[in-house]
């Protein structure tokens, strides 16, 4: 896999630093007001007063069990029942564990902190006897460390995580026969309930601020006399859903691993309701209505969700479970400008473009430098694929490829200069680059076309990039054609003539062979279709095949090959047309 690097950027103008920050993401990209907001409320978190705010009525019982709707491992179930607690790549012993040991990195923590190890001590299906001798000595552990506030383990996503998974496996956390145990953790839920009801909203809006709401609700119905407290966090998490989720099922962050994780919020939510006799709110139903064909529409013809904005490939077991929990059943959305991606398919061809610019980095801290990418399936043999992202993954990759995957080199997509379309970071946010994409969809009896552009090269080589896609309605025939031309501004600079490569990414067990001519080549998949590429070359523009990767949805790597069209841009110009046609039917 070829790896795109940025050249050292000149020093930015205040107005760019301006609009830099407003993309930023987390503590690193907030302003100075936010971060000093954020800095007062964890202060006033763990103050007496906030101390005597969380003082009030310890509940006897629950009223209801919301049951998870997710699976967990049995295999990382079985890892804690011999003692080990593993996530990320990272083990924790749980003989004397300290939860709060500096050891302990941060996505392990959050995971620790949020109980979801209680998914996967559930998945094991054992007696319910035998599950609460391994959770009850964690949850003790837990409740000691961290009685009173503490910032990751009482941050609010995290407590709003913890509350559905005590609420949601209530029976192997409570079924103890010591009153005391009972007792101290109805408590603590009760506390962390109220501590959500002062800190829930304060998140900035996303999946965080959801998940502590979802939590808030679900503990307002099945904590005993809630009800005022569930009616402020429904009535909060209804708005926020309205922001979140596109008309066309695409969320805010534009990656596919947090729609997968706001449909499943919204499910395990819902089973709160169920709980007690009710139904879900409507406006969970309305959402799921778009989420989960969104989704759907993103998976090639092999079932799996490409590697998008930061999120890992997602396999198709997933997709399939969600259609038998949600509404919209088997339903699909062809994307649009919501999400900033688009669906073609004809025949046994599918074909899904990234035509949107990236999120702000303060909804995708891990978003990719994609803009453009397309990724195509043949039936179901994935054909053009993106090299793969880390978020969701159950594993951690080195840091290197898990950097190199985020660059515009390692998508299907035209790089120039070996510059990424956005800047990344060296603390690993998104910087400037890619501001306004316009595109263009259209179909008739003569076939699908697509007509998309970008402005990431604007500012650094005054250039812009567009690509055309027609597909032909048997869904054999693919014609591209990428343009890079003059931007607006940048007289000076589109005057250097600048290196190019349009990368097209291969698919596992595809055998890619040179043609005779040098134009293109021959793509034998593993069902035993041929595919042709041909490239118009011409002047210094090559064709090359050259060794490239996959991660799949469960992180292992595959060894595969890209198809690289490399040239030069002239008075600032350049037109690369290019083909894949089936042989035969």
């Known amino acids: 896999m070829a790896r795109a690097s940025d050249p050292k950027p000149p020093a930015e103008t205040p107005d760019e630093q301006r609009r830099t920050l407003q993309r930023l993401g987390g503590d690193k990209g907030l302003s100075l007001s936010e971060r000093l907001t954020a800095r007062l409320a964890a202060s006033l978190y763990a103050s007496p007063l906030h101390a005597l705010r969380l003082r009030g009525q310890h509940p006897l019982k629950l009223v209801g069990v919301a049951a998870d709707p997710v699976p967990g491992n049995p295999v990382i179930g079985e890892r804690i029942v011999a003692g080990r607690l593993i996530h990320a790549g990272h083990t924790a012993m749980t003989r004397d564990l300290d939860f709060a040991a500096p050891s302990h990195p941060l996505g392990w923590r959050q995971w620790a902190d949020s109980w979801l190890w209680l998914r996967d001590l559930a998945a094991l299906r054992q007696p319910i006897e035998a599950a609460a001798a391994v959770a009850e000595p964690l949850v003790v552990r837990w409740l000691a460390r ?14 709003g995580q913890r509350l559905l998974m005590a609420l949601g496996h209530a029976p192997i956390i409570l079924s103890s026969a010591d009153q005391d145990y009972r007792t101290r953790l109805l408590s603590a839920m009760a506390t962390w309930a109220r501590h959500l009801d002062r800190a829930a909203g304060r998140l900035p809006e996303g999946l965080g601020r959801a998940t502590a709401l979802a939590g808030l ?6 904590i005993p006399g809630g009800e005022s407290r569930a009616a402020r966090a429904l009535a909060g ?46 406006a969970f139903a309305d959402a799921l209505a778009r989420l989960v064909p969104g989704l759907r529409g993103m998976a090639l013809g092999d079932g799996i969700i490409g590697a998008w904005a930061g999120s890992a490939a997602i396999a198709p077991a997933i997709l ?14 062809h994307g649009g400008e919501g999400s900033g991606y688009h669906r073609l398919s004809a025949g046994k061809t599918v074909i899904v473009v990234d035509a949107g610019p990236p999120a702000l980095a303060r909804l995708a801290p891990e978003g990719h430098a994609g803009t453009l990418a397309f990724e195509m399936s043949d039936g179901d043999q994935r054909l053009i694929t993106n090299c793969g992202g880390v978020r969701g993954l159950a594993s951690l990759l080195p840091g290197p490829l898990a950097a190199g995957l985020r660059t515009t080199a390692a998508h299907s997509t035209l790089v120039i200069a070996d510059t990424n379309s956005t800047r990344i970071r060296e603390d690993g946010t998104l910087g400037l680059g890619v501001e306004t994409v316009s595109v263009e969809q259209r179909s008739s009896g003569d076939g699908l076309w697509l ?22 309605p048997d869904g054999l025939d693919l014609r591209g054609e990428d343009i890079i031309d003059h931007a607006a501004s940048g007289l000076l600079k589109r005057r250097t003539p600048r290196a190019f490569d349009v990368r097209f990414h291969l698919g596992t067990n ?36 050259e060794p490239s990767l996959w991660i799949g949805p469960d992180g292992v790597m595959a060894k595969t090959q890209q198809l690289v069209i490399s040239g030069k841009t002239e008075n600032g110009r350049a037109t690369i047309g290019w083909s894949f046609r089936r042989a035969g039917k």
């Open 217 to 222: 609700w679900a503990a307002g119905l099945l």
């Open 451 to 472: 007509e998309a552009s970008h402005d990431g090269y604007a500012r650094r080589f005054g250039l812009t990039v567009a690509r055309r896609l027609w597909l032909a």
């Open 320 to 333: 399939d479970r969600l259609a038998r929990q949600a509404p919209s059943g088997a339903a699909l959305n």
């Open 146 to 159: 961290f009685e009173s506030f503490e910032p990751q383990a009482w941050r609010a996503d995290v407590t």
């Open 237 to 282: 998490l209804e708005a926020l859903l309205g922001r979140l989720v596109m008309p066309d099922g695409g969320v805010a962050s534009r990656a596919p691993c947090d729609a997968l994780a706001l449909a499943d919020l919204l499910l395990h939510a819902g089973a709160a309701a169920e709980a007690v006799g009710g139904r879900p709110p409507l």
């Open 510 to 545: 595809i055998a890619a062979t040179p043609t005779a001519d040098g134009t293109g080549a021959l793509l034998k998949l593993a069902n035993g279709r041929v595919w042709a590429m041909k490239a118009k070359v011409g002047g210094s523009t090559t064709v090359a095949i």
